[in-house]
């Protein structure tokens, strides 16, 4: 058999420069673009507390970098206040139909702020800011009278790296995870497995820092996910240690675990947290 033509070989090659020019780019591409990727917040707020009829004070939280956000204090009875981090997506308005189950059923009182760059809270968000974002609520939940032994840290999604890096520093009464993840870097490489993982910058290692948390912990994952597969949570309480729970949700998908779960999910609720210490006598509100 002969050799091939030259034309066939030179033709191949610049096939070939072109599929890896092009992957290149595409490449270059998310990685320049990854915080869009990552973050996708709202500026419009498309409804208020007293919408659901719910009692709110407006929070201006004051970041040790200076950067302002903006949120709600849902008054419960202030024997319990849950400090709600939300997802990737939207902003605090977009949590007030669930703010309120957590508010009536369970009675806790609910920090419900906006990340910077959400909302009307100022700058933009990264994974030091949301960080930073978290320990500037805590202290404003501490200097409007809750003690530690009082706060819940609730996150859900991108939320959950947020409370777990809260709670692995300081001090609180339980957390609460819902479709929590290992590592941004690990969910990259489901739904982008040709990207190296060390290009992605914002990590959020949930599955390094889950170990560094003491307090008791609730993990609700959802069956169906797929945003974070549940495997990543399962993975993710395996590694927590201390007095911990897991809930897969049947049936359930990323976005749809409270109505999904129902009444069992609930009860989830209520089981953490009656079984957590008894919260000392509130401050709050003096």
């Not at 700058?123 to 960080?131: A, F, I, K, T, V």
Request: aromatic residues 10%; glycine residues 10%.
């Amino acid at each position: 058999m002969g050799a091939m033509p030259r034309p066939m070989v030179t033709a191949g090659l610049v096939v070939a420069g072109i599929l890896l020019a092009a992957f290149v780019l595409l490449v270059a591409f998310l990685v320049l673009r990854q915080e869009r990727l990552l973050y996708f917040p709202s500026r419009q707020l498309t409804s208020s507390p007293v919408d659901h009829g719910l009692e709110a004070a407006d929070l201006a939280v004051v970041t040790d970098d200076a950067v302002r956000l903006y949120g709600w204090w849902i008054r419960g009875s202030g024997r319990r206040v849950l400090l709600y981090f939300h997802g990737n997506a939207g902003n605090v308005s977009d949590r007030l139909a669930r703010a309120k189950l957590l508010h009536d059923r369970l009675g806790l009182d609910v920090f419900l702020v906006d990340y910077r760059g959400y909302g009307r809270s100022e700058g933009s968000p990264s994974e030091d800011g949301l960080l930073r974002d978290a320990r500037a609520i805590y202290r404003t939940a501490v200097e409007a009278g809750f003690r530690p032994e009082q706060i819940v840290v609730f996150g859900e999604s991108l939320g959950a790296a947020v409370a777990i890096d809260l709670a692995a520093r300081w001090a609180c009464a339980g957390l609460v995870l819902e479709t929590p993840f290992l590592s941004v870097r690990e969910v990259a490489r489901v739904h982008y497995p040709f990207v190296p993982s060390w290009l992605v910058h914002d990590v959020f290692d949930n599955g390094s820092r889950i170990a560094e948390v003491g307090v008791p912990k609730l993990l609700f994952v959802a069956e169906l996910d797929e945003v974070v597969p549940a495997a990543q949570g399962r993975r993710l309480f395996e590694r927590a240690r201390g007095v911990r729970e897991l809930y897969v949700i049947p049936g359930a998908h990323h976005n749809d675990t409270f109505v999904v779960g129902g009444d069992r999910y609930w009860k989830a609720w209520e089981k953490f947290l009656a079984a957590l210490p008894p919260a000392p006598p509130s401050r709050a509100g003096e």
